[in-house]
């Protein structure tokens, strides 16, 4: 088989974005009806369904953790499109377990499957690593963003209009999709590592804490894995939370829940797919993370403010123009400061520092939200946690203002 290289780079960026936006289609089908059908098993009121959803969250974040570097060096020594493939048919295996599940354990056990298989985005960062040259890795990884927005933007409309008629129906949806992308891959997607930059497995790069250390010999990737840890912590909390929280701030169904997803979307392609092309080029990847930074510290201080379901829409776009900028940028930066045959392993890291964000991220929101809803609430609103979100904002700007200044030291 031909490699991307070989076969010619547009095409292979069309190929790895079609199976992206398929793949996060089916996630987006997901995302809104999960919370309700731990509630609906489960029986219990909407605050200890959030105990049980963030533990299954977690659980799912830390296979994730575990896996990730592991699934990253075998893309580096067998190629980024057997693990791809690998990966969807594991995600199919997922919608149809949870498709049938008649109880909580039945959940457990399809999000476990999840964390073994959810490789596909951190491979498909390293597939247009290979492709793309250093300089126009923002832009790419942009671009990747928005096949997230727009599969994230159709996926939660119909998981919403779906699951309000059934809670399973979404998942038989997210399986055909998962399977159908499967088989696009097998018969058009080419390979995009060659041979001669293949890298042997060895245990410091499948763990996951030694693969974390390894990525952060390079001097200037640690203090960018801070940041990137703090604010996907406050990030992995929004979205633990978010289904309950508009249920429990506006009376939101599922329907509603899914439509503001799908506004994610929209903001997400239109932010990742035309804006970061913009930002990058003319400020720089490092304004454009402290910035970025600076817009969601506000969008999080301001949303437990919002008294109107409406209000929801500006929110997420504001926010989006500030995280959807920066974890481009932040990813680009990373990447260049790397060697091309060690492009998997960041990815797999970045990955496995991601998912100790979804571990902690969902416990903390979950646990502050249960002791802010339900009928004897410790804190009056129930969306406290975002003001913890903000305060974590708010030490990433430190951090990254600090190593700015102690840069242009070095550099005089």
């Given at each position: 088989?031909?490699?991307?290289?070989?076969?010619?780079?547009?095409?292979?960026?069309?190929?790895?974005?079609?199976?992206?936006?398929?793949?996060?289609?089916?996630?987006?089908?997901?995302?809104?009806?999960?919370?309700?059908?731990?509630?609906?098993?489960?029986?219990?009121?909407?605050?200890?369904?959030?105990?049980?959803?963030?533990?299954?969250?977690?659980?799912?974040?830390?296979?994730?953790?575990?896996?990730?570097?592991?699934?990253?060096?075998?893309?580096?020594?067998?190629?980024?499109?057997?693990?791809?493939?690998?990966?969807?048919?594991?995600?199919?295996?997922?919608?149809?377990?949870?498709?049938?599940?008649?109880?909580?354990?039945?959940?457990?056990?399809?999000?476990?499957?999840?964390?073994?298989?959810?490789?596909?985005?951190?491979?498909?960062?390293?597939?247009?690593?290979?492709?793309?040259?250093?300089?126009?890795?923002?832009?790419?990884?942009?671009?990747?963003?928005?096949?997230?927005?727009?599969?994230?933007?159709?996926?939660?409309?119909?998981?919403?209009?779906?699951?309000?008629?059934?809670?399973?129906?979404?998942?038989?949806?997210?399986?055909?999709?998962?399977?159908?992308?499967?088989?696009?891959?097998?018969?058009?997607?080419?390979?995009?590592?060659?041979?001669?930059?293949?890298?042997?497995?060895?245990?410091?790069?499948?763990?996951?804490?030694?693969?974390?250390?390894?990525?952060?010999?390079?001097?200037?990737?640690?203090?960018?894995?801070?940041?990137?840890?703090?604010?996907?912590?406050?990030?992995?909390?929004?979205?633990?939370?978010?289904?309950?929280?508009?249920?429990?701030?506006?009376?939101?169904?599922?329907?509603?829940?899914?439509?503001?997803?799908?506004?994610?979307?929209?903001?997400?392609?239109?932010?990742?797919?035309?804006?970061?092309?913009?930002?990058?080029?003319?400020?720089?990847?490092?304004?454009?993370?402290?910035?970025?930074?600076?817009?969601?510290?506000?969008?999080?201080?301001?949303?437990?403010?919002?008294?109107?379901?409406?209000?929801?829409?500006?929110?997420?776009?504001?926010?989006?123009?500030?995280?959807?900028?920066?974890?481009?940028?932040?990813?680009?930066?990373?990447?260049?400061n790397v060697p091309d045959n060690e492009q998997g392993l960041l990815q797999?890291?970045?990955?496995?520092?991601?998912?100790?964000?979804?571990?902690?991220?969902?416990?903390?929101?979950?646990?502050?939200?249960?002791?802010?809803?339900?009928?004897?609430?410790?804190?009056?609103?129930?969306?406290?946690?975002?003001?913890?979100?903000?305060?974590?904002?708010?030490?990433?700007?430190?951090?990254?203002?600090?190593?700015?200044?102690?840069?242009?030291?070095?550099?005089?």
């Amino acid at each position: 088989m031909k490699t991307a290289a070989q076969g010619g780079r547009k095409t292979a960026l069309i190929f790895i974005i079609a199976t992206v936006v398929i793949d996060m289609l089916g996630v987006g089908l997901a995302w809104p009806i999960l919370p309700k059908l731990v509630g609906e098993l489960s029986g219990q009121p909407i605050e200890n369904t959030a105990l049980l959803y963030g533990l299954l969250m977690s659980g799912f974040a830390a296979v994730q953790f575990v896996l990730s570097p592991f699934v990253g060096a075998l893309s580096d020594r067998f190629g980024r499109r057997p693990i791809l493939l690998i990966s969807l048919g594991g995600l199919c295996l997922d919608y149809i377990i949870l498709a049938l599940a008649p109880n909580l354990a039945w959940l457990i056990i399809g999000r476990i499957v999840a964390g073994v298989f959810s490789a596909t985005v951190s491979t498909a960062n390293a597939y247009l690593a290979d492709i793309t040259p250093k300089e126009g890795r923002a832009a790419a990884f942009g671009l990747l963003g928005a096949a997230f927005g727009v599969g994230f933007t159709i996926g939660p409309l119909i998981g919403g209009v779906l699951g309000a008629i059934d809670l399973q129906y979404p998942f038989w949806l997210a399986a055909a999709l998962a399977f159908i992308n499967m088989v696009f891959g097998y018969f058009l997607l080419p390979e995009s590592l060659s041979a001669q930059k293949r890298s042997s497995i060895t245990l410091d790069k499948v763990n996951p804490f030694a693969a974390i250390a390894r990525i952060s010999r390079y001097s200037t990737l640690l203090v960018l894995l801070i940041a990137l840890f703090l604010t996907g912590i406050a990030q992995q909390g929004l979205q633990g939370i978010w289904v309950l929280w508009t249920e429990a701030r506006f009376g939101w169904g599922v329907a509603e829940a899914g439509y503001s997803l799908a506004w994610v979307g929209i903001c997400m392609a239109f932010v990742q797919g035309y804006l970061v092309r913009i930002v990058v080029p003319l400020f720089g990847e490092r304004k454009v993370v402290f910035g970025g930074f600076v817009i969601s510290t506000i969008a999080y201080i301001g949303l437990p403010f919002l008294t109107q379901g409406w209000m929801i829409y500006p929110g997420i776009l504001f926010h989006l123009i500030g995280w959807g900028c920066a974890g481009p940028a932040l990813t680009a930066i990373m990447s260049q400061n790397v060697p091309d045959n060690e492009q998997g392993l960041l990815q797999g890291t970045l990955g496995s520092i991601n998912t100790i964000a979804m571990i902690i991220g969902p416990l903390v929101a979950t646990q502050i939200f249960y002791l802010s809803a339900g009928t004897s609430p410790l804190f009056p609103n129930p969306g406290v946690f975002y003001w913890f979100g903000a305060l974590l904002f708010i030490l990433t700007l430190f951090i990254v203002a600090f190593d700015a200044r102690a840069r242009q030291k070095a550099r005089r």
